[in-house]
Every structure is written in C-alpha cells, then in structure tokens.
C-alpha cells in the first residue's frame, strides 16, 4: 500500500482535529479531557454533546498513532470513491454504532452481574478506533484482493481475510473480558455498522 499518497480533504481535516484535540486534552488543558470523553448514559459526568467529541479523543500517544496512521492509509482510498460529504457521514456512523454496540454491551453485563452500574458509569471511553473498524470493513468490500500488512508485520495478506480475522480477535477479547481498558465491543460495533452502511448503500 502506498502510505504517501495524497491526503483527501475530509482525511486531512480529521487527522488535524484528533491532532489538535490530543496535544490540547494531553498538554495544554488536561482539565478537560474528562469533560469530552464519553460516559455511561445513567452517569452523571454524561453529556450529549459526548457522544460527538469521544472520537476525536485518545487515551495516549500510541492510541492515536495506530489510529490515524489507519486513517492516512485506508481513509484516502476510501474517501476517493465515495467523496467527502459519504465519506464523512460514513466515519461518523461508524463511530456513534461503535458507542451503541459498547453501551449495550455494558447494559448486559450489568444486568447479569458482571460489572456494576457504579463502575460501568466512572469508565470514560476515548478514540476513534470504531471509526476506524469502519473503514476497514469498507476498505476489505472495495478493495477484497488488495494485499495488506497485519500492522508492521512484514506479512501481506487479502484485505478481505485481514478484516474478518481483526473482527473475530475483537469478539473473542471483548466476550472473553480481556485487555482490561479496551472497549473491544466499540471496535465490533464500528466493524458491524461499517458493514450495513455498505451494504445498505450499494444495494440502494
């Protein structure tokens, strides 16, 4: 893949915002990255406008590079077929079915006792990686044959078995409740709605 293609404009805006929004959360204003982070809806620290803010948020320095170092990759690719104003809606539906897939997944796990209500509410979730499954699905549906590497491993695989392998890896951490600190079920949710979108649009 060439990783120096040119930057799209809505590509380009999004890795400025997760940029800016870091350095500014991380060390300018640390005081308010609780305050954009996203809560448990029944918490008191929740706020609607949470919901949007969340995915231009990241934990560290790691979290955001293997981040946007997808979004540069695929983003592109993707954005040049489907054009800016697609490709947007695309990222963000990506990220708020990633918020409803985890939501739901600590309801169940509330309502069976696995976590309480009190810890579900004080957990703040950050990142944009359910936009990102997103893109790799669409990716993996536009460009099925195109070899890609898994992360920095010199090993190059079909994008459509690359995707699914993530998918199920996700499933089996998030049901295993492994990598404690990981929203597993956000990075599902965001590879499912990533899907449907695509279905749904090329089949209307």
């Known amino acids: 893949?060439?990783?120096?293609?040119?930057?799209?404009?809505?590509?380009?805006?999004?890795?400025?915002?997760?940029?800016?929004?870091?350095?500014?959360?991380?060390?300018?204003a640390p005081q308010y990255e609780p305050l954009l982070a996203v809560y448990y809806p029944t918490s008191a620290n929740f706020h609607p406008f949470q919901i949007l803010t969340h995915m231009f948020m990241h934990?560290?320095?790691?979290?955001?590079?293997f981040n946007m170092f997808g979004l540069v990759t695929?983003?592109?690719?993707?954005?040049?077929?489907?054009?800016?104003?697609?490709?947007?809606?695309?990222?963000?539906?990506?990220?708020l079915g990633a918020l409803a897939l985890q939501f739901l997944a600590n309801y169940i796990q509330i309502e069976r006792g696995a976590?309480?209500?009190?810890?579900a509410e004080s957990i703040p979730l950050v990142g944009a990686s359910g936009c990102l499954f997103g893109l790799l699905v669409a990716f993996a549906f536009m460009y099925p044959e195109m070899k890609v590497s898994l992360m920095f491993i010199p090993i190059f695989v079909a994008a459509k078995y690359v995707v699914p392998l993530y998918a199920a890896v996700e499933l089996f951490?998030?049901?295993g409740n492994m990598q404690q600190g990981v929203a597993h079920f956000a990075h599902l949710g965001g590879a499912i709605t990533g899907?449907?979108?695509?279905?749904?649009?090329?089949?209307n």
Do not use: D
């Open 74 to 95: 695929f983003g592109p690719m993707i954005e040049s077929v489907w054009g800016e104003r697609k490709f947007l809606i695309f990222y963000l539906l990506c990220g």
């Open 173 to 175: 951490l998030g049901l």
């Open 115 to 119: 976590i309480s209500q009190i810890a």
């Open 195 to 203: 899907a449907l979108l695509y279905l749904f649009w090329k089949t």
């Open 1 to 28: 893949m060439n990783f120096g293609m040119q930057l799209t404009p809505v590509v380009r805006a999004l890795l400025i915002a997760n940029i800016i929004m870091f350095i500014l959360t991380q060390y300018v």
């Open 59 to 65: 934990a560290n320095l790691s979290h955001i590079f």
